[in-house]
């Protein structure tokens, strides 16, 4: 009789940890080796980063609610840091790759980040986030599927292709990054790249995809380029408009979208014209001389090559604000949607605090800086992230260097420090970015979608919320203000964490501007945040320390 009973909780034993292990979401491992390597993408030989060999990286293909464990291994000389754009790591901020929430990957050495794409679907992408590494490569696509149990609002596509569009410079990150510390700027790019080449027209170019005809194909865009807006556009077809950076759009069709750096859509294209060689093209906007890259996509049965008459892009911003414009939520789609409470109804939400960001250039000691408010960021030798978790924040930063306000009307001082804005947990915050300068600005925030509800000419006043979009503003991570205009944002703080809010413009990035947000969960609970990892890379000031009493539920 005992040896039954003890035969029977030894088969419940095995159905509970069977039951707990088929109850987890499944996991996905990838090992990255992080290399030099000499790359022409414009036809002259120049240091690129690889990873596994590749250039562009690895593309991540995943599913909403997977477990992605990468581990990197940093073959480089310099320290170095993967950022995943548009992932909004769930109570987990200690795997966003910036500096100001993880120590730096050392050379010879590696680091395993470890994330759960929790509730999302879309485009996004990964990149390097320390020095000026994203101009020589280690980005790739990183793609979050839609589980089989909740429909997309679209037939399947017959395939699946991501496109990495993006400036590119013929001189070597290091180059670029002693430009900057000089305080020059890094000028204009040489090129523009899709997937890391460019077509050269002269009939020997293979293509970069392949479609047949009468099917349909889903092609992911993201703008991974230092600091151009790119002008995308496909010969003879139309693209139809079904997601953007983790939201499901109203499905209007466009000849060309206006991709700004940072941004992801995605689109349905139908290959129903003549069976031959078609371009996709990418091509500057905003700046004088147009510089153009192309990409050959192939019928199958394909007869002849691509007509040398590429299609022209617009011309001017006013044709830029009008499509986003165009920009809707499709609020029928089943998906995994942001801010669960106020998805549907955020413009009935009461905003409890306004902030306005106002950007601006200047010298400081003669050097060129970048700046928020009138604060240039600069990333402590302990990261801020780490400096909050161990009880040493005042050591390091100070929070709330800056005013809501904005910028006084002809301030000029700008001071160089770490930007730590402090926020309240769950507030429901409206974020207005200002642009006084005459050039466009590309904005992100990690660790959130937020509705963008409104970017117009002009300053912003109080007056203008007549005019923003309460209804279906697309929830986004991504958004582009231009010259001389403003853009608003609404959000909830209900992620825990020390959240980078960034130009994606890489030069102004890296010269100043950029702040992060602290979300502090009052409670210091497992609810609300999930504790330091084992693995994580301890530096600078907390490098000895003992660590702090985990969070609890």
Known sequence: MAGLMFTALLCLSAAAMMATVQGEDPYFFFTWNVTYGTISPLGVPQQGILINGQFPGPNINSTSNNNLVINVFNNLDEPFLLHWSGIQHRKNSWQDGLLGTNCPIQPGTNFTYHFQVKDQIGSFFYYPSTAMHRAAGGFGGLRINSRLLIPVPYADPEDDYTVLIGDWY?????????????????????????????????????????????KTYKYRVCNVGLKSSLNFRFQGHTMKLVEMEGSHTVQNDYQSLDVHVGQCFSVLVTA??????????????????????????????????????????????????????????NLTASAARPNPQGSYHYGSIN?????????????????????????????????????????????????????????????????VAPNVVNATFRDFIEIIFENHEKSLQSWHLDGYSFFAVAIEPGRWSPEKRANYNLLDAVSRHTIQVFPKSWAAILLTFDNAGMWNLRSELTENRYLGSQLYISVLSPARSLRDEYNIPDNTLLCGLVKDMPMPKPYTI
């Open 272 to 329: 129903n014209q003549e069976s031959k060689d078609y371009y996709m093209v990418a091509s500057t906007r905003f700046i004088k001389n147009v510089l153009v890259g192309k990409g050959i996509v192939r019928y199958t049965d394909g007869k002849g090559p691509a007509s040398p008459e590429i299609p022209e892009a617009p011309v001017g911003w006013a044709w830029s604000l009008n499509q986003f414009r165009t920009f809707r939520w």
């Open 351 to 415: 905003i409890t605090r306004t902030i306005k960001l106002v950007n601006s250039a200047s010298k400081v000691d003669g050097k060129l800086r970048y700046a928020i408010n009138g604060v240039s960021h600069v990333d402590p030798e302990t990261p801020l992230k780490l400096a909050e978790y161990f009880g040493i924040a005042d050591k390091v930063f100070k929070y709330d260097t800056i005013s809501d306000e904005g910028l006084a009307e002809g301030a000029t001082t700008v001071t």
């Open 170 to 214: 013929t001189k070597s990150h290091t180059t670029l990054k002693q430009y900057l510390d000089s305080g020059r700027s890094i000028a204009r790019p040489d090129g523009v790249l899709i997937n890391g080449k460019t077509a050269k027209g002269d009939g020997t170019d293979e293509p970069l995809f392949t479609m047949k005809p009468g």
